[in-house]
C-alpha cells in the first residue's frame, strides 16, 4: 500500500509561480512511476506529468515547457513545479502512483487557482 499527500497549492495570479509537493508512505517509493493529474470543475480529470522509477518524464501539451516534475527517493517525495500559470490551469491537483500499467493510488488532492 502507498498513501499519497499532497501540498503545495494556493491562490496565485496568472504568470506566476507555485511547487506542488506530493509525500508519498512506504519503503519501496522508487520502485513506482509518479503522475500529476488535475481536475477542473465540470470537466474530466485529465494526465499532467509523469515521472518513471528510472527519471524518465513525460508532460501534456497543454503544460510542456511550463511545468516540471522531479523527485526525491531519499524523501519520498515527487514534485511538480508550475511557472508561466494560466487561469485554464485552475483545478484540483492529484498525484498517483503505478508500478504497472494503471495508477493504483491516489492522494486526496490539493487546490490550484489561477486569477487572471
Known amino acids: 500500500q502507498v498513501q499519497l499527500v499532497e501540498s503545495g497549492g494556493g491562490l496565485v495570479q496568472a504568470g506566476g509561480s507555485l511547487r506542488l509537493s506530493c509525500a508519498a508512505s512506504g519503503r519501496t517509493f522508487s520502485s513506482y512511476a509518479m503522475g500529476w493529474f488535475r481536475q477542473a470543475p465540470g470537466k474530466q480529470r485529465e494526465w499532467v506529468a509523469t515521472i518513471t522509477s528510472g527519471g524518465s518524464t513525460s508532460y501534456a501539451d497543454s503544460v510542456k515547457g511550463r511545468f516540471t516534475i522531479s523527485r526525491d527517493n531519499a524523501k519520498n517525495t515527487v514534485y511538480l513545479q508550475m511557472n508561466s500559470l494560466k487561469p485554464e490551469d485552475t483545478a484540483l491537483y492529484y498525484c498517483?502512483?503505478?508500478?504497472?500499467?494503471?495508477?493504483?493510488?491516489w492522494g486526496q488532492g490539493t487546490q490550484v487557482t489561477v486569477s487572471s
Open positions: 498517483s502512483a503505478r508500478r504497472g500499467s494503471t495508477y493504483d493510488y
